[in-house]
């Protein structure tokens, strides 16, 4: 009776299926290892998107500080503290804004509507030092003063002087004491410190010049391209009109 023998076969078999299985792992441990690299791009990704947003609002919040004269990181704490209150902090330091030309307004004319409900409030526009006082200085000033009025008072006489965004208008009513304790949370805890700012300006400073040294790098290349490109275009239209005839 003939057997055959199959031995050989099955040797060969079992090879190919350690071979297979080992290949199937290479390429999982493959896709895994892509997995995270796709990861990781995508996350450092994010956080350049996210620095660069930061440094772009810090930008912002600088300029507002110099226009208003009041240091970056108070400035930052008064939008932190709307924010706090569900506020928007760009509200809040819009308000700033106004109560500085509410303060300038009073000073430059004394019969202005603006000089007349600072004086009503018994609102002083100058410091000790005789200098104009800055918004910050006035918004805590304004709510002294309007602490012992009724809400709807209180409320009339804020939106008097400019100051309109309803969550500065509730910081306000929250008395000098609880606004001042606010600030000072935040100014200690969350706002940006004078030396990240400069470290934030920095860098965007120099974001600006890699952007203008692309932006000059792409011109370059359009201008070294045009004549080739001009020449393909003439050499087309001329091959049309040879088909046209």
Same mark, same amino acid.
């Given at each position: 009776?003939?057997?055959?023998?199959?031995?050989?076969?099955?040797?060969?078999?079992? &090879?190919?299926? !350690?071979?297979?299985?080992?290949?199937?792992?290479?390429?999982? *441990?493959?896709? $895994?290892? %892509?997995?995270?690299?796709?990861?990781?791009?995508?996350?450092?990704?994010?956080?350049?998107? #996210?620095?660069?947003? &930061?440094?772009?609002?810090?930008?912002?919040?600088?300029?507002?500080?110099? %226009?208003?004269?009041? #240091?970056?990181?108070?400035?930052?704490?008064?939008?932190?503290?709307?924010?706090?209150?569900? *506020?928007?902090?760009?509200? $809040?330091?819009?308000?700033?804004?106004?109560?500085?030309?509410?303060?300038?307004?009073?000073? +430059?004319?004394?019969?202005?509507?603006?000089?007349?409900?600072?004086?009503?409030?018994?609102?002083?526009?100058? #410091?000790?030092?005789?200098?104009?006082?800055?918004?910050?200085?006035?918004?805590?000033?304004?709510?002294?003063?309007?602490?012992?009025?009724?809400?709807?008072? %209180?409320?009339? &006489?804020?939106?008097?002087?400019?100051?309109?965004?309803?969550?500065?208008?509730?910081?306000?009513?929250?008395?000098?004491?609880?606004?001042?304790?606010?600030?000072?949370?935040? !100014?200690? $805890?969350? %706002?940006?410190?004078?030396?990240?700012?400069?470290?934030?300006?920095?860098?965007?400073?120099?974001?600006?010049?890699? &952007?203008?040294?692309?932006?000059?790098?792409?011109?370059?290349?359009?201008?070294?391209?045009?004549?080739?490109?001009? +020449?393909?275009?003439?050499?087309?239209? !001329?091959?049309?009109?040879?088909?046209?005839?």
């Amino acid at each position: 009776r003939f057997q055959a023998d199959t031995s050989g076969a099955e040797e060969g078999l079992e &090879r190919t299926e !350690k071979k297979t299985d080992s290949l199937g792992n290479s390429f999982a *441990g493959l896709a $895994a290892r %892509a997995a995270g690299v796709l990861t990781a791009v995508l996350s450092a990704g994010q956080a350049i998107s #996210g620095a660069i947003a &930061r440094a772009a609002d810090v930008e912002a919040l600088n300029r507002t500080s110099e %226009a208003l004269g009041i #240091g970056i990181t108070e400035l930052d704490a008064f939008g932190l503290a709307a924010e706090r209150m569900g *506020g928007d902090a760009q509200g $809040a330091r819009d308000s700033l804004t106004d109560m500085a030309e509410s303060i300038g307004e009073a000073l +430059q004319d004394v019969e202005s509507g603006r000089a007349k409900t600072f004086a009503a409030l018994g609102i002083s526009l100058r #410091g000790v030092n005789g200098q104009a006082k800055d918004a910050i200085t006035g918004i805590l000033d304004l709510a002294d003063a309007v602490q012992d009025m009724s809400r709807e008072e %209180a409320i009339f &006489r804020i939106k008097e002087l400019g100051i309109t965004d309803n969550r500065t208008v509730e910081m306000v009513l929250k008395g000098r004491k609880e606004l001042e304790r606010m600030l000072a949370t935040q !100014k200690e $805890a969350n %706002a940006i410190t004078k030396e990240q700012a400069e470290r934030a300006l920095a860098f965007n400073a120099s974001l600006n010049t890699l &952007r203008q040294g692309i932006s000059a790098g792409a011109n370059s290349l359009f201008d070294w391209m045009i004549p080739a490109l001009q +020449q393909g275009v003439e050499w087309l239209t !001329k091959i049309v009109d040879w088909v046209s005839e």
